[in-house]
C-alpha cells in the first residue's frame, strides 16, 4: 500500500503560513457589500424570491452585547481574531467572508456552490452544476426569500426559509436551512429546523443530510478514525468502462485505474459507515495545496435510532456527509409517519464544517491535518450547545438541564449481590416501550456511558418529558426506568442508585456468544479474494469486506454448521451470519444450524432458550429440538427485520430479543440437538446475526 504521507510541492507558499492575511484589496474594489438599511424587510408571512424566504440574522452574543475579542488557541470555529464577518450581495448569490474562509451560496434557494480556502479558489467540484455541490437532501413520500438582514462584524447568520404552499406536491414543511460564519473561524457552521404546523398532510420522512461534493482533482485521501483512512479511488474508476457493478449499485469491483493500488479493488460506500456514537469527525485531504476538508458533529441529540445507528460518512466521488436521519441498517421502522395532523418541529445540528492547513513543511502531510481535526472535535464537543444560534427552537446550555445516577444489576445466579453496571449506556429518549429509542426519530435522545462502578451523568438535556433507557455491555436484554422523567432549564436530577434485573429464569446451561449486540466475536471468515478492499486486510473491521455472505457455502460445501457445547469455539465455529445457502447454480435455499449439548438429566417444567439477534434481514428462523423433520416447531420467529446490514457490511442492525419457552419433555438425558433453521430464502443478503 502507497505511504499515508502527502507531499506539496518544493515552493511554500505564503497562503499556507498564515492563509488569513492573503490581501483581498482587488476583490474588494469588485464586490459591493450589504447594508442593513439597503434591503426591505417584508410582512410578515410574506413570500418572496419564489417560494424561498431569504433572511440574515446577525448578532453573535446573547443580549445583544458583543464579547470582548480574546486571545485564544484551540476555541469553537477553529479561532475567533481576524477582520470583521461580512455579506456580500451579488445577486443571485451571496457571500459570507471573514477574511478566512468565503462560503458562496445560492439565493434565494441556499445551496453552497463555492468554498474557498488556503489558496484554493473553490474546494466544491467546479465541474458539477451548482446544485450538486453543498446542500441540504430530504426524500420523503406521500403514505402508501424574505430579505431582513442585520448584519454583525463577530457574525452572520442566513436563513433560507423554503415554506409550504398548501395544496400542492411539495413535502409538507417549512425547511428552514441556517448557515453561519463567525470571526475567525476555519470553517461555518450549518444547521436546520423543520416545522410542520398542526393539520398538514400526512408524510413519511425517510432521509435528511447535507451534502458537500469535493473536487476530484485536489480531494484523493479520506480519513475517518485512526484506523480508517487511505487514499481513495476517483469517481472516474466507477465509470462503467472502468468497473463491474456487483450485487448493488454501491458496490463495484474496479478494473481499470490510473492507479494501479485499486486495480482489482471492491469500492462500497457503505464500508465507510460507523455507529452515531463514533461518528464524530470525518473528511477529506489534499495534498496539494496541503488542507483538510472535514465534517465536525458535536452532539448526536438530532440524530435518530440513538448511539448504535449506523450512518454513512465519506465515500468516493469525493463526498462528505452529515447525516441526521437515515433508514440505514435498520429499514423503514426509523422512517417517522406523520399523520392526522400532527405537529411537529426539530432541530438539525448545527454541525460544523472545519477546514485546516499545514502551517508549516514540517506538517505537511495526512497525518498532521487528521490529528488537527481530531483535537478541533474535541474542542467542539467539549463546547456544544453553541451559544450563537438565533432561533428560540436550539435551546441555550441555560435552557437545558441534566441527570446523574448509578445503574447496578442484579442477577443472583452471577453474584449474591448487585453488581456495577460497568460501562453501561444510559439515554433519555421520548416516552415508549423497553428498546424503542432504537427506532425512535422524531423527538432528541440524550446519552451518557457510565464508567467501570456504573456512575453516569447525561448532559445538555433539552427540556422535557423522557424515559431512561439503558443496556450494559455483557448483559442480556434492555432497561428502562419505571415512569417518565421530566427535564427542566437549570435542572439536575440526582437519581441514586438504580437496578437492572435481566431476564433470566434459571442457571445457564450453555451460552453461545456475548450479549453485546453485535456479532464481532463470531468467526469472521476472509474475503474471497477477487472482493478485497486493502483497508480492511488484517483489520479490527475485517467485516466491512464485500461478499462475506457468499463464504458460508463455501465453508460449509456438504453441509450446515454444526455446533458442539464444550468442544466448538464461537470464535472459530459460529459463523457470523445466519443466512441461506447458496447453491452452485445460483439459487438460494434454507439453512439448518445443529446445536449439540449434553444434559446429564432433565428436570420438569420449561426450560427457556434466548435469541439475540444482533441484525436481521428478512429472517424467519423456526425452532426444533431433537428432530429437524417435525412439522411442528418448538417456535418460529416469522419474518422479521428489514436492516440489510448483512448486505451493507454492518456487524450489527436493531437488536431483537426472543425468550422461547421449550418443554421440557421435549429434551433426554444424554446428547440434545437444538436445530435453527432459516426458512426464508429470499435472498443471499437475508437471515440474521445470532
Known amino acids: 500500500?502507497?505511504?499515508?504521507?502527502?507531499?506539496?510541492?518544493?515552493?511554500?507558499?505564503?497562503?499556507?503560513?498564515?492563509?488569513?492575511?492573503?490581501?483581498?484589496?482587488?476583490?474588494?474594489?469588485?464586490?459591493?457589500?450589504?447594508?442593513?438599511?439597503?434591503?426591505?424587510?417584508?410582512?410578515?408571512?410574506?413570500?418572496?424570491?419564489?417560494?424561498?424566504?431569504?433572511?440574515?440574522?446577525?448578532?453573535?452574543?446573547?443580549?445583544?452585547?458583543?464579547?470582548?475579542?480574546?486571545?485564544?488557541?484551540?476555541?469553537?470555529?477553529g479561532g475567533c481574531q481576524g477582520p470583521d464577518v461580512r455579506l456580500i450581495d451579488r445577486g443571485s448569490h451571496v457571500i459570507l467572508d471573514n477574511g478566512i474562509v468565503e462560503v458562496t451560496i445560492s439565493r434565494p434557494g441556499g445551496i453552497v456552490t463555492g468554498i474557498r480556502f488556503g489558496g484554493i479558489d473553490n474546494l466544491l467540484e467546479i465541474h458539477n452544476k451548482e446544485t450538486n455541490r453543498g446542500y441540504w437532501d430530504l426524500n420523503w413520500n406521500e403514505p402508501g426569500g424574505k430579505d431582513t438582514f442585520d448584519v454583525d462584524g463577530d457574525k452572520v447568520e442566513l436563513s433560507f426559509l423554503r415554506p409550504y404552499i398548501p395544496g400542492t406536491k411539495m413535502l409538507p414543511l417549512n425547511i428552514d436551512k441556517r448557515f453561519v460564519l463567525l470571526r475567525g473561524n476555519t470553517g461555518f457552521y450549518t444547521y436546520g429546523i423543520y416545522e410542520r404546523p398542526a393539520g398538514w398532510p400526512d408524510f413519511n420522512l425517510n432521509q435528511t443530510r447535507v451534502t458537500f461534493k469535493l473536487r476530484k482533482d485536489r480531494f484523493q485521501f479520506m480519513a475517518m478514525a485512526d484506523t480508517k483512512q487511505r487514499p481513495m479511488p476517483s469517481p472516474d474508476d466507477r465509470l462503467q468502462q472502468h468497473c463491474t457493478q456487483l450485487a448493488y449499485p454501491e458496490a463495484v469491483l474496479i478494473h481499470t485505474s490510473q492507479n494501479p493500488e485499486f486495480r482489482g479493488e471492491v469500492d462500497d460506500k457503505y464500508q465507510y459507515s460507523c455507529d452515531n456514537r463514533e461518528n464524530r469527525v470525518h473528511g477529506w485531504i489534499s495534498c496539494n495545496p496541503a488542507l483538510g476538508f472535514w465534517i465536525i458533529t458535536a452532539s448526536d441529540e438530532f440524530r435518530n435510532g440513538g448511539p448504535l445507528k449506523q450512518n454513512l460518512t465519506s465515500h468516493v466521488g469525493p463526498t462528505c456527509l452529515a447525516m441526521f436521519h437515515s433508514a440505514h441498517y435498520a429499514g423503514a421502522a426509523l422512517c417517522p409517519e406523520f399523520r392526522n395532523g400532527e405537529a411537529w418541529t426539530k432541530v438539525f445540528g448545527p454541525v460544523f464544517i472545519y477546514l485546516n492547513v499545514a502551517a508549516t513543511y514540517a506538517q505537511v502531510n495526512c497525518r498532521y491535518l487528521w490529528e488537527d481535526a481530531k483535537q478541533q472535535m474535541v474542542t467542539e464537543v467539549g463546547s456544544w450547545p453553541v451559544p450563537w444560534p438565533v432561533s428560540p427552537d436550539f435551546p441555550k446550555s441555560m435552557d437545558r438541564g441534566s441527570i446523574s445516577g448509578r445503574l447496578l444489576v442484579k442477577d443472583s445466579f452471577k453474584s449474591p449481590t448487585p453488581f456495577a453496571g460497568c460501562y453501561a449506556f444510559l439515554g433519555l429518549a421520548s416516552p415508549g416501550d423497553k428498546g424503542s429509542w432504537q427506532t425512535e426519530s422524531k423527538g432528541y435522545q440524550f446519552w451518557a456511558q457510565a464508567d467501570a462502578e456504573g456512575y453516569f451523568h447525561v448532559k445538555h438535556v433539552r427540556a422535557g418529558k423522557y424515559n431512561l433507557y439503558g443496556w450494559v455491555p455483557?448483559?442480556?436484554?434492555?432497561?428502562?426506568?419505571?415512569?417518565?422523567?421530566?427535564?427542566?432549564?437549570?435542572?439536575?436530577?440526582?437519581?441514586?442508585?438504580?437496578v437492572y434485573e435481566p431476564p433470566r429464569d434459571g442457571p445457564t446451561v450453555w451460552e453461545i456468544g456475548i450479549p453485546d449486540r453485535t456479532a464481532a466475536e463470531f468467526h469472521i471468515p476472509d474475503p474471497n479474494p477477487k472482493y478485497i478492499n486493502r483497508l480492511f486486510v488484517n483489520h479490527s473491521e475485517r467485516y466491512r469486506h464485500y461478499g462475506l455472505w457468499e463464504r458460508y457455502s463455501e465453508l460449509y460445501p456438504e453441509g450446515d454448521l454444526v455446533f458442539t457445547i464444550g468442544k466448538s469455539d464461537w470464535r472459530s465455529d459460529w459463523f457470523f451470519a445466519h443466512t441461506c445457502r447458496i447453491e452452485k447454480d445460483g439459487s438460494v435455499k434454507p439453512s439448518t444450524w445443529q446445536i449439540r449439548f449434553h444434559l446429564p438429566c432433565v428436570q420438569g417444567g420449561v426450560y427457556k432458550l434466548r435469541l439475540a439477534f444482533a441484525a436481521s434481514n428478512n429472517a424467519a428462523i423456526q425452532v426444533r429440538v431433537n428432530d429437524p423433520n417435525t412439522r411442528t416447531t418448538v417456535f418460529d420467529t416469522m419474518q422479521f427485520g428489514k436492516d440489510n446490514a448483512i448486505a451493507r457490511h454492518g456487524i450489527h442492525g436493531l437488536y431483537h430479543l426472543w425468550n422461547v419457552d421449550v418443554r421440557s419433555e421435549l429434551f433426554r438425558a444424554g446428547e440434545n440437538i437444538l436445530y435453527l433453521t432459516q426458512r426464508k430464502p429470499t435472498s443471499p443478503h437475508c437471515g440474521g446475526y445470532v
Request: glycine share 10%.
Open 1 to 77: 500500500m502507497k505511504t499515508l504521507v502527502c507531499r506539496l510541492e518544493e515552493r511554500i507558499r505564503a497562503w499556507i503560513l498564515r492563509p488569513w492575511m492573503r490581501s483581498l484589496a482587488l476583490a474588494h474594489d469588485r464586490r459591493r457589500e450589504v447594508k442593513a438599511s439597503s434591503l426591505s424587510r417584508p410582512r410578515a408571512g410574506g413570500i418572496q424570491n419564489g417560494l424561498h424566504h431569504f433572511r440574515v440574522l446577525g448578532n453573535c452574543y446573547p443580549f445583544g452585547r458583543k464579547k470582548k475579542r480574546m486571545s485564544c488557541n484551540r476555541v469553537p470555529g
Open 474 to 498: 455483557g448483559v442480556l436484554g434492555d432497561y428502562k426506568k419505571e415512569g417518565s422523567i421530566d427535564v427542566y432549564p437549570g435542572s439536575w436530577l440526582q437519581l441514586g442508585h438504580m
